[in-house]
């Protein structure tokens, strides 16, 4: 189990490393579609949701959200150019408090939902947070650490799943000057642990005082 949560954690910063590589993007974020309608959407808990305190199932109610712009607009949220090609940005209609500190911008990239963040260092909120540091540079951060992990059993297959919350902040090259801190939820098959041979045992009645 050990090394699935070090893979989990791995491949949440990997896709933060992704990020702060990532060229910037030219134009405005894409259009809604011409035949989407608007429809009411119940407001999600953001700071919950960005701090590692939500579940899997209230970040994958987003999908829609992330699909439909005028479901964005039904919220309040406003799509933004992109910056970086592998985030679809927001500016909310009020700041949220994340972490003790305010902002009026979010991403989504993947599995991981960010708040961006006016600190042009990340290291003293990882260190508050103690994460753990993947990288450290003179122009690279990124600090992380998985603060849940539940197994539970898929209703259809039977097969034992590992969900993970992984919270990660660091910097990117596409906005320089501020910090990301977000949360990465997954879902994986839970690996089995190694068989090894059998220990031998003395029979009971061969054990000497």
Request: glycine fraction near 4%.
């Amino acid at each position: 189990m050990r090394d699935l949560h070090a893979r989990t954690l791995t491949l949440a910063l990997a896709l933060v490393l992704a990020l702060t590589l990532a060229p910037a993007a030219t134009g405005a974020a894409p259009g809604p579609h011409a035949a989407a309608v608007a429809t009411a959407v119940a407001p999600p808990n953001l700071p919950a949701l960005i701090e590692c305190r939500d579940t899997l199932l209230q970040f994958q109610a987003l999908a829609p959200v992330l699909e439909d712009p005028l479901r964005a607009v039904a919220l309040g949220w406003r799509p933004l150019p992109q910056a970086n090609l592998f985030m679809t940005e927001f500016a909310l209609p009020a700041a949220i408090t994340v972490l003790g500190h305010q902002s009026r911008q979010i991403a989504f990239s993947g599995d991981t939902i960010l708040a961006i963040l006016d600190l042009p260092d990340p290291r003293p909120l990882a260190l508050e947070l103690k994460l753990e540091a993947a990288i450290d540079t003179p122009t690279k951060v990124m600090y992380g650490k998985e603060l849940r992990s539940t197994e539970r059993l898929d209703p259809e297959t039977g097969e034992a799943l590992v969900e993970s919350a992984v919270l990660a902040v660091s910097n990117v090259d596409s906005h320089p000057g501020k910090t990301l801190v977000g949360c990465s939820y997954s879902l994986d098959l839970a690996e089995e642990p190694e068989s090894g041979p059998a220990t031998p045992t003395e029979p009971v009645d061969m054990i000497k005082p």
